[in-house]
T-cell receptor, first 111, second 112 residues
Framework: AQRVTQPEKLLSVFKGAPVELKCNYS??????LFWYVQYSRQRLQLLLRHISRESIKGFTADLNKGETSFHLKKPFAQEEDSAMYYC?????????????FGKGITLSVRP | KAGVTQTPRYLIKTRGQQVTLSCSPI?????VSWYQQTPGQGLQFLFEYFSETQRNKGNFPGRFSGRQFSNSRSEMNVSTLELGDSALYLC???????????FGEGSRLTVL
């Protein structure tokens, strides 16, 4: 079974502070991991995926298979980063390719 | 390019009724997925359709069903509504492989 755990519901930081949003997963095969973001009054949208290994809006995430984690990090938070963030896992293509989401974390960046 | 469109945006039903929700994917996208979002359970996968075939299904009772048409538009149906079915139902489309999902704004269902 696939499972995604985001242990915190809320993270509040000041502008300029570092941010780490935690995500742990459970999956027996080779997963694909994603971070989705929902800004206020906007649609849920893809932020980044681990296979692209790129930085989006200053955010990065490294897949750690040993610790089964995919934490999202940003060295200096901005007010516009305030949003709901969801970690998600896909078990690969084919019949098991459904996306499993964590319950999400609200990031609040204060001025 | 137009985004994923879901209709209706809001609806109120009573217990025992049924409801049909519609989703128009981004042009060219052949995969449509449906998710239920609630405060307690978060986002839960309902099912995914590709080329009119259900490719994957989540752990929901048989009251939840869906279909996809030849133009990739999709509908989901919930029969014999229960209070616990009150939720935001999100549709997402993708070109092919699941993971790069483009979400609609959702249909908010309230069951009284």
């Amino acid at each position: 079974a696939q499972r995604v755990t985001q242990p915190e519901k809320l993270l509040s930081v000041f502008k300029g502070a570092p941010v780490e949003l935690k995500c742990n997963y459970s999956y027996s095969g080779s997963p694909e991991l994603f971070w989705y973001v929902q800004y206020s009054r906007q649609r849920l949208q893809l932020l980044l995926r681990h296979i692209s290994r790129e930085s989006i809006k200053g955010f990065t995430a490294d897949l750690n298979k040993g610790e089964t984690s995919f934490h999202l990090k940003k060295p200096f938070a901005q007010e516009e980063d305030s949003a709901m963030y969801y970690c998600a896992l896909s078990g690969g293509s084919g019949a098991n390719s459904k996306l499993t989401f964590g319950k999400g974390i609200t990031l609040s960046v204060r001025p | 390019k137009a985004g994923v469109t879901q209709t209706p945006r809001y609806l109120i039903k009573t217990r025992g009724q049924q409801v049909t929700l519609s989703c128009s994917p981004i042009s060219g996208h052949r995969s449509v997925s449906w998710y239920q979002q609630t405060p307690g359970q978060g986002l839960q996968f309902l099912f995914e359709y590709f080329s009119e075939t259900q490719r994957n299904k989540g752990n929901f009772p048989g009251r939840f069903s869906g279909r996809q048409f030849s133009n990739s538009r999709s509908e989901m149906n919930v029969s014999t509504l229960e209070l616990g079915d009150s939720a935001l139902y999100l549709c997402a489309s993708s070109l092919d492989r699941v993971g790069e999902l483009f979400f609609g704004e959702g249909s908010r269902l309230t069951v009284l």
